[in-house]
Nanobody
Framework: QVQVVESGGGLVQPGGSLRLSCAVS????????MGWYRQAPGKERELVAA???????NYGDSVKGRFTISRDFGNNTVHLFMNSLKPEDTDAYYC???????????????WGQGTQVTVSS
């Protein structure tokens, strides 16, 4: 049983900062990548930031230069450092873990329950 657990959401003023953390636990062979997505009601889920097993990163256009993703795959954890937050960053943020369950096997996506980030004065 794999669990993906997020933490760190909340209310912050425009221009402020927040850190989100995500930890994956359970039985799997390796982490292929982990990342964060966000979704507003009625909209599609969009990429915020992702980091692969080799350390390569990918960011959504709207967060480049403001957000930074880092990994601690030894502890099966990623962090998202969000700076210069704007009201339009208000969303539910979901952690994604792409896991290989066995050597040479396929990769599966696992999702957390989501954590709310609200940017408002």
């Amino acid at each position: 049983q794999v669990q993906v657990v997020e933490s760190g959401g909340g209310l912050v003023q425009p221009g402020g900062s927040l850190r989100l953390s995500c930890a994956v636990s359970g039985s799997f062979f390796s982490i292929n990548a982990m990342g964060w997505y966000r979704q507003a009601p009625g909209k599609e889920r969009e990429l915020v930031a992702a980091i692969g097993s080799s350390g390569g990163t990918n960011y959504g256009d709207s967060v480049k230069g403001r957000f930074t993703i880092s990994r601690d795959f030894g502890n099966n954890t990623v962090h998202l450092f969000m700076n210069s937050l704007k009201p339009e960053d208000t969303d539910a943020y979901y952690c994604n873990a792409r896991l290989r369950m066995r050597i040479g096997g396929p990769i599966y996506d696992y999702w957390g329950q989501g954590t709310q980030v609200t940017v408002s004065s």
